[in-house]
């Protein structure tokens, strides 16, 4: 995937990306907000950075079946957050997986606390749909059909 929005590129993850990843993937707040319970841990398939290639996060589309696929975003680059880098990031996601014919529904979960991002998925289209407890971690889940 290489698309560019009006203020960020989402494209295919490099090997250079990693070294980053780690880091945002290790910060506590960031852990806090997104933690990695209810999945088998995924490579991060796609990096998002700014239109002059400033590396600023990863996400990912995971459990792809036929219909249904899995969105997962971190904008690991705390001086991005709140200004509007996420939502564009989603919105692209978005669009590809609708872009494939067979797939009718984007879902994915997210802590009931982390208000920011419900927040960014709801500016994008998303709408929540149920609530999974997973080792003590309260999520709602979201999504969006075609
Ligand atoms: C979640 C994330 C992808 C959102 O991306 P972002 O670029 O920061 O978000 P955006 O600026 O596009 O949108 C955030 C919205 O939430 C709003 N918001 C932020 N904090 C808020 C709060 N405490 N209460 C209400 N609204 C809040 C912002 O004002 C903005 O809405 P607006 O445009 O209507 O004003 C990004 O912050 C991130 O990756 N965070 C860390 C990891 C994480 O939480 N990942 C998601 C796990 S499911």
Request: glycine share 8%.
């Amino acid at each position: 995937m290489n698309i560019t929005g009006e203020k960020v590129r989402v494209r295919d993850k490099n090997s250079e990306d990693s070294a980053m990843e780690i880091v945002w993937e290790q910060d506590a707040e960031i852990k806090d907000l997104n933690p990695h319970v209810g999945t088998v841990f995924h490579n991060n398939l796609f990096s998002i950075e700014t239109l002059d290639g400033k590396h600023i996060g990863s996400c990912n589309l995971y459990n792809w079946t036929t219909h249904d696929v899995q969105l997962g975003i971190m904008i690991g680059d705390k001086d991005y957050w709140n200004k509007g880098y996420g939502t564009e990031a989603v919105g692209i996601l978005v669009n590809y997986c609708f872009a494939s014919a067979s797939v009718d529904r984007v879902w994915l979960k997210v802590l009931l606390t982390n208000i920011r991002a419900i927040r960014c998925y709801e500016k994008c289209g998303f709408m929540q749909c149920g609530r999974l407890l997973l080792e003590g971690y309260d999520f709602t889940v979201m999504e969006i059909r075609k």
